[in-house]
């Protein structure tokens, strides 16, 4: 399967743990985007990553939140104490030409 | 009000209906594009459509941006249940960086069969 790969697809996590979130871009892709989806929301920006580099990390929380995308291995987002609040859908999606970008089917992080 | 707001919220017809959504937005824009979301699931992308472009034709959607109005809409023609889906359109703008994508909070589509 040639498609944007994310695991887990669920994830639950006791206030104070840690989350890790994996993503494999589609082949040939070196751009990877990561949103976070509220409940009853659309998908909000987090960051943006090419191999080794943050490009845009704008929507990024100023804490406990940090995006990796190593030159081998899958793209991490990484949820330092979760809370509550962090509980939602993340989507990582990869961009190949005209902008289109390919969504995986997502990790549901439930915080308890 | 955010960048990309789709109306309505929620929309129920009848098979063989068609269904229109609508999308605002805010910016300039290079791209706006639709995706869809089954409940659960991740986003396909339907159709993109250029700044330039004023209507986009894919099987039975059909998009229109409209520029000047900063606006957009998807029409799905002869609609079937298994179109029932949350749609949410999405632009790349000239002031943000690379592909990065702002979605509106999306329509909830319902066919009843």
């Known amino acids: 399967n040639a498609g944007v790969m994310q695991n887990p697809r669920h994830l639950v996590r006791r206030r104070g743990q840690e989350a890790r979130l994996r993503c494999s871009p589609m082949?040939?892709?070196?751009?990877v985007y990561w949103y976070r989806q509220l409940p009853e929301e659309g998908l909000k920006f987090m960051v943006y990553l090419q191999k080794e580099n943050i490009i845009d990390e704008s929507g990024m929380p100023k804490e406990r939140f940090s995006a990796e995308f190593p030159k081998e291995g899958p793209s991490i987002l990484r949820i330092q104490q979760v809370v509550r609040g962090d509980s939602a859908a993340y989507f990582c999606?990869?961009?190949?030409?005209?902008?289109?970008?390919?969504f995986g089917a997502g990790t549901r992080l439930s915080v308890l | 009000s955010q960048q990309g707001e789709e109306d309505p919220q929620a929309l129920s017809i009848q098979e063989g209906e068609n269904a229109t959504m609508n999308c605002s937005y805010k910016t300039s824009i290079n791209n706006l594009q639709w995706y869809r979301q089954n409940s659960g699931r991740g986003l396909v992308h339907l159709i993109l459509?250029?700044?330039?472009?004023r209507e986009k034709h894919s099987g039975r959607l059909r998009v229109t941006l409209d520029t000047s109005k900063k606006s957009s809409s998807l029409l799905i023609t002869a609609s079937r249940a298994a179109d029932t889906a949350s749609y949410f359109c999405?632009?790349?703008?000239?002031?943000?960086?690379?592909?990065?994508?702002?979605f509106g909070e999306g329509t909830q589509l319902t066919v009843n069969p």
């Open positions: 082949k040939g892709h070196s751009h």
């Open positions: 999405a632009t790349d703008g000239m002031e943000t960086s690379g592909s990065r994508l702002t």
């Open positions: 999606a990869s961009t190949g030409v005209r902008n289109i970008q390919y």
């Open positions: 459509i250029r700044s330039n472009e």
